[in-house]
């Protein structure tokens, strides 16, 4: 089982930018689906952006297309999510995800998470 560990969460003015990133222990990841997930205070997680276990796949919430970019190294266990323009409502606390090789949207390994707070 993937253990991981995110970094690279903080404060930003609203415009700015941040890149996530994301460890991953473990034989397993390059078979895995990969996402980035977020909880705002007082509010469900949802899903932000999945990419598939060889990166053909991509997928984006609406909320974030244009702005947001994932990508992954398998080489190096690690996957990314660049944060571009930055908006006040994208503060919370973003988690890094790991599945199978199927669908992209399903996740039984979560890290423990980073907080992005971003000021307007």
């Known amino acids: 089982q993937a253990q991981l560990v995110e970094s690279g969460g903080g404060l930003v003015q609203a415009g700015g930018s941040l890149r996530l990133s994301c460890a991953a222990s473990?034989?397993?990841?390059?078979?895995?689906?990969m996402g980035w997930f977020r909880r705002a205070p007082g509010k469900e997680r949802e899903f932000v952006a999945a990419i598939s276990w060889g990166g053909a796949r991509i997928s984006y919430a609406d909320s974030v297309k244009g702005r947001f970019t994932i990508s992954r190294d398998n080489a190096k266990n690690m996957v990314y999510l660049q944060m571009n323009s930055l908006k006040p409502e994208d503060t919370a606390v973003y988690y890094c995800?790991?599945?199978?090789?199927?669908?992209?949207?399903?996740?039984?390994?979560w890290g423990q998470g980073t907080q992005v707070t971003v000021s307007s």
């Open positions: 995800a790991a599945g199978g090789r199927g669908n992209l949207y399903e996740y039984d390994r």
């Open positions: 473990g034989r397993t990841f390059s078979s895995s689906n």
